[in-house]
């Protein structure tokens, strides 16, 4: 494309084409271009460069973008419903009120992003680096959350109920009222770990034990 705006004209007319290439933009450089509230279901853009790009209210449900580059990209209100995200970096992406509910995140990188209010629920996010990641009040009720780094996040008020944090490394996180009735902590690290006012009925805690505590309060 000779220059931004034919680019952006020409993958919006195809990509919005459900016969075009069968919607297949795989390692395609789209860099800061934007789909805001497109519908993009069952669209593959695995390994594609999105770097900054602006899919607000975009319709993913179902895409594969497994290996993209999504770092500083807006996903603000996005449904990534069942999408497959598996090995992508999304470090320092806007995912605010996103739906990701079932969506494969396996090794996906959100170093720095922002989660606030957004649905992971029954989502696999195994060996996933959220380092330093806002999940404010986010729901990961059932999320598969083995191995998981969350170093440094903010999981105030995040709902967990029977999430599967098996070996995660929680040190230096934010859990104040967060809910982790029937949670998996088998192993977890929760060095220096707030958790204030915490829910932990039910919950397998790192040794083994099973916590009977509706609510600790640790100062």
């Known amino acids: 494309m000779r220059n ?18 069968f919607r297949d933009f795989s390692g395609c450089d789209l860099q800061g271009i934007d789909l805001s509230g497109i519908d993009l279901s069952n669209i593959t853009l695995i390994g594609a460069n999105l770097k900054g790009a602006n899919l607000k209210n975009a319709n993913l449900t179902n895409a594969n973008l497994s290996g993209a580059n999504l770092t500083q990209a807006c996903l603000r209100d996005a449904n990534l419903y069942e999408a497959s995200l598996c090995e992508a970096n999304l470090s320092n992406a806007d995912l605010t009120n996103a739906n990701l509910c079932g969506a494969f995140l396996w090794r996906v990188k959100l170093v720095g992003s922002m989660l606030t209010s957004a649905s992971l629920c029954d989502a696999d996010l195994s060996e996933a680096d959220l380092g330093r990641a806002k999940l404010t009040e986010a729901s990961l009720i059932e999320a598969n ?12 008020g995040a709902v967990l109920v029977e999430a599967n944090l098996n070996q995660a490394n929680l040190t230096h996180a934010d859990l104040s009222w967060a809910n982790l009735i029937g949670a998996n902590l088998t192993a977890a690290n929760l060095w220096d770990t707030k958790l204030n006012n915490v829910k932990l009925r039910d919950t397998i805690m790192p040794d083994g034990s099973l916590s009977q505590h509706d609510i600790v309060l640790i100062s």
């Open 145 to 156: 959350l083995i191995r998981a780094n969350f170093k440094g996040a903010k999981l105030c």
């Open 4 to 21: 931004y705006t034919n680019k952006q004209e020409f993958i919006v007319r195809n990509i919005t084409d459900n016969n075009f290439q």
